[in-house]
Each structure stands twice: as structure tokens, then as C-alpha cells.
């Protein structure tokens, strides 16, 4: 792969990387492990009927889904920019073959090539 690819793809993880940290941060936060937990929400603080309280957590756990499906996306864009800063970017995580370059069009955080999906 060329340094001007390999620098393309890094700027497409850059700026997801971007998108997908600005969703964490708006459903939740980091704990000391780094680890992305859900907060309340957008929910006032200080809710104290019984119904809102039930919202909280009803958001909460909405919050909880949404952070899981979205922290192990995040965990893959930081290790193929890990990988770039290596100079190991575009090998399949199983055989070490370079990934197709279309996959990696289609996504750049991929970790293998087609054939070990
Ligand atoms: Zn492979």
C-alpha cells in the first residue's frame, strides 16, 4: 500500500475516531480504567418524582447499548491507528496478508482480510 493511502485512511479514522468519542461523551464518560460506562443522559439532575426517575433510568440503560455497541468500534479505530503509527496497517490480524483494499474502503478499522471474517 502506498504512504498516501495508508495516510487516507488514516485521516477517514481520524475524523471517525472524532464521531464516534463525541457519541460516547454525549451518552457517557471514561472511568478510571478507561473503560466508557453510560451516565444519566440529557436528563436534569436532581430528578426526584418516581416517574422521572424511571426515565433516567430507562435512558440510562438506552445509553448502556448504545456505549456498547460503540466503545469496541472505537477500541478498532484506535488499534488500526496504532497499527499505522507501526507501520504494520493493512495486515489481516490471522494470516498477516495485507487486507484488500476495498474492505479497507469500506472500513478502514477492518482487522482481517475477506477470507477470515
Ligand atoms: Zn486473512
Known amino acids: 500500500m502506498t504512504p498516501e493511502k495508508i495516510a487516507d485512511f ?3 479514522l481520524e475524523e471517525e475516531k472524532k464521531v464516534v468519542e463525541g ?3 454525549s451518552m457517557g464518560a471514561k472511568d478510571g480504567a478507561g ?3 453510560a451516565g444519566p443522559g440529557a436528563i436534569d439532575e436532581g430528578a426526584t418524582e418516581p416517574d422521572e426517575l424511571a426515565d433516567r433510568m430507562e435512558q440510562q440503560e438506552e445509553n448502556a447499548d448504545e456505549i456498547a455497541a460503540l466503545a469496541p468500534r472505537l477500541k478498532d ?3 488500526a491507528l496504532e497499527k499505522i503509527e507501526e507501520g504494520i496497517y493493512g495486515a489481516c490480524e490471522v494470516s498477516g496478508e495485507p487486507i484488500e483494499e476495498e474492505r479497507l474502503e469500506a472500513n478502514p478499522a477492518a482487522r482481517t482480510c475477506t477470507k477470515h471474517l
Open 10 to 12: 488514516k485521516k477517514k
Open 23 to 25: 457519541q460516547l461523551g
Open 35 to 37: 473503560e466508557w460506562t
Open 77 to 79: 479505530i484506535n488499534d
